[in-house]
């Protein structure tokens, strides 16, 4: 890969579930000037206290291996993975799209949710609230797909994502 | 172990003690009374009242970096933590080991905009190598002990404990260093031996090595720096140190091309750029010291050897990058390079040293002292010669006559030298020379300084007289800030914006104010009595140089040029304007 060009890395770093942790980590991003194209986080163990974030990011391979870097000597991080590097991953992001609309738009909106596996969540004569899980791209397309059709509101949860196979992090 | 049940305070400073911590730097209000009435109560631990809290850090860094200990700090919430600050991003980046307890409002008003609440953990993420809030008794011990732990290993820094009044007053219990360990927090200290051996390989087939080392050498410790120089020897090859490595390695060894960088010498700086294979040992790249990168050493392969990771390939790309500290890493490289019995050839290393010599010759750092004005670099040599025989300490604030004591002032050995290399913190001579003083109370402890500098702490004379410090302040008074005046000179055609000392105090009537003695010298043929009498006075001195006021620190790279387009003063007549519009935007 080229010095200069430019990838798309999601890197999942493990941390103890602290206060002030996620501040951390966002503002190693907003300091050093890096990009944050999505991220999630979550407790993944309770036990341990550990959570897990998710983060999406894009740079040169010079500033990928920083980011990596820097977020390893956190203090209260225990695990830093790119999962982009470490082989194929699954990646999933959810999303809840409010459509309002009557008649034709209605149906048609229907339809192309049908096609794209996303279900209706919530629904009123005008209005429909779809769920739909899928790669980011993916939901893209579907959100590109209901502009047209009344689509009024979007919320999405950003990236979670985990590598094939039996490797763990 | 059955657990100790102490208050807040007895635990805070039961962990001190334990620590090994001997002075605290700090300045008391509100939130930390509890702290400070146990401190009255005992004696194992002295409290050094300094007169601003940023000053309290800057001493504690003083203390840190000339005993190898950890530096530790006492201030009240609000703006005593906010006043810290500037302190703790300069040990931050300088990677000074620096434990600062801030008080903090009880936990309940937490949040609630009480009086003297700051939100100290969120305000000094940023510049803290790591940062606690301690809102459960039960963790109070365990935090204390960790923050040291991480202060002090890896790659060092400040740590912060944010102490709400509450934890200070309620139980808590105590545990002992011994049982405490951090669940993730483990700094690799041996470097992969494979990649060792690969980068003596390389540098063993070397025609013209260098090896670039910075203040890393000098946080590994004394045994890094021994380790450094029997490297350095039984390979013959030459040695430049970087500002914040001065001392790491003895300046009037052959060996020794000087400091490199911005104001470094010509002869370190051309190595740099014509050398084949650099090692940076301990070193960051910085900007200083690169120049533009784009032209930085092109044809050179470079190893670094770092204890921190993300310091490796940060700026410059290198070839082989060793995590690992530097101790332990150059014992690996002696003993690989003596068992396999390699060596430089020898005809490419005379021919590197003679091209080398050639720089030399340039007498980059000379300069004429006439009769009738003082020139700033003589006052550094003449109380780096009058000082020979003393065990001497020496600090520095920010600007040219830094980096002319950097340039003029032979550093032998490691921990001898304080002054604010990544920040470039204005005011932290006089409080970093008096954490000096504290820690070595019988040396001779000298804080170069300008006339602007020593304006921002002026008011630690209070406490160098409070506890009898014998600091020897040599103010190089130019009468302007004069690396300001520089840059408007070479870089805003000799627009002096702002850059003059109007109504700068008189030295000598402060310095009796402040309760010692003050000096003053103008007169090229006054200077070493002036120094001497100086060096002899039992007790604090400013001594006040009237200097050239138009000398510039030379040699320079200006910013955005490379290594081998350095300005020599004396060749250009120094002070001709640079036609750079790339390096106006640069700092």
Known sequence: MKETEISKHTISVLVDNESGVLARVIGLFSGRGYNIESLTVAEVDANSHQSRITVVTSGTPMVIEQIKAQLSRLVPVHKVSDLTLAGPSVERELALIKVIATGERRVESLRIADIFKARAVDATNNSFVYEIIGNPEKIDAFIKLMEPLGLSEISRTGVAAISRGTLTM | ?587
């Open chain 2, 1 to 587: 172990m059955a657990e100790r049940i102490l208050n807040g305070s007895e635990v805070v400073l039961q962990a001190l003690a334990d620590q090994g911590v001997e002075v605290v730097f700090g300045y008391p209000g509100g939130a930390v009374l509890p702290l400070y009435d146990e401190i009255f109560k005992q004696n194992r631990i002295r409290h050094v009242l300094v007169r601003h809290e940023q000053a309290a850090v800057h001493a504690a860094e003083g203390y840190a970096r000339s005993t190898g200990k950890v530096g530790v700090v006492l201030v009240t919430s609000g703006p005593g933590a906010t006043n810290a600050v500037t302190g703790l991003t300069d040990a931050l980046m300088d990677s000074i080991p620096v434990v600062c307890l801030t008080g903090q409002v009880p936990t309940h008003l937490i949040g609630n905009d009480a009086f003297q609440e700051a939100d100290t953990t969120g305000i000094t993420r940023p510049c803290t190598k790591h940062n606690y809030l301690v809102k459960d008794s039960d963790k109070l011990a365990r935090t204390m002990h960790e923050a040291f732990h991480v202060a002090s290993s890896g790659r060092p820094g400040p740590v912060v404990i944010d102490l709400p009044k509450d934890i200070l007053v309620g139980k808590a219990p105590y545990l002992e260093p011994s049982q405490v360990q951090h669940r993730t927090y483990n700094p690799v200290v041996k470097g992969d031996r494979g990649q060792i051996e690969e980068a003596l390989e390389m540098l063993a087939s070397a025609e013209k090595p260098i090896l670039y080392c910075g203040g890393g050498v000098i946080n590994s410790g004394q045994q890094a720096c021994k380790l450094l120089a029997e490297f350095t020897r039984i390979t013959g090859i030459p040695i430049t140190l970087t500002l914040m490595g001065l001392g790491a390695y003895p300046a009037s060894d052959k060996q020794h091309l000087g400091m490199l960088g911005m104001h470094g010498t010509y002869e370190a700086n051309m190595a740099m750029h014509d050398c084949d294979v650099m090692f940076a040992i301990g070193a960051r790249f910085d900007d200083r010291v690169t120049g533009n990168l784009d032209f930085f050493s092109p044809g050179s392969q470079k190893v670094q050897i770092d204890i921190d990771q993300s310091s490796i390939n940060k700026n410059v790309p290198v070839d082989i990058g060793i995590v690992g500290d530097v101790g332990h890493v150059l014992e690996d490289m002696i003993k690989i390079w003596k068992a396999k019995q390699y060596k430089i050839d020898a005809n490419a290393l005379d021919g590197w040293w003679k091209e080398i010599e050639g720089w030399r010759e340039k007498r980059c750092l000379s300069y004429k002292q006439p009769k009738d004005v003082i020139k700033p670099q003589h006052v550094i040599r003449r109380v780096h010669e009058l000082t020979r025989d003393r065990k001497t300490y020496i600090t520095t604030d920010v600007g040219q006559h830094q980096m002319w004591a950097a340039q003029h002032f032979g550093f032998e050995h490691p921990y001898e030298w304080m002054t604010s290399g990544g920040l470039g913190t204005m005011g932290y001579g006089m409080p970093a020379a008096l954490g000096v003083q504290v820690a070595h109370p019988d040396a001779t402890v000298v804080c170069f300084t300008g006339d602007a500098s020593i304006m921002m702490n002026i008011q630690e004379c209070s406490t160098l007289t409070q506890y009898r410090l014998p600091v020897k302040t040599v103010i190089l008074n130019n009468r302007y800030m004069g690396m300001v005046r520089q840059w408007q000179q070479l870089l805003h055609g000799s627009r002096y914006s702002e850059s003059y000392s109007e109504s700068l105090p008189d030295f000598v009537k402060l310095s009796e104010a402040f309760g010692f003695t003050g000096l003053t010298c103008s007169n090229p043929a006054d200077l070493d009595d002036a120094i001497k009498q100086m060096l002899e006075i039992d007790g604090p001195v400013i001594l006040d140089v009237a200097v050239d006021d138009k000398e510039n620190c030379y040699p320079m790279i200006p910013s955005g040029k490379p290594h081998n387009e350095m300005l020599l003063g004396q060749e250009t007549n120094g002070d001709e304007a640079i036609d750079s519009d790339e390096g106006m935007v640069l700092v």
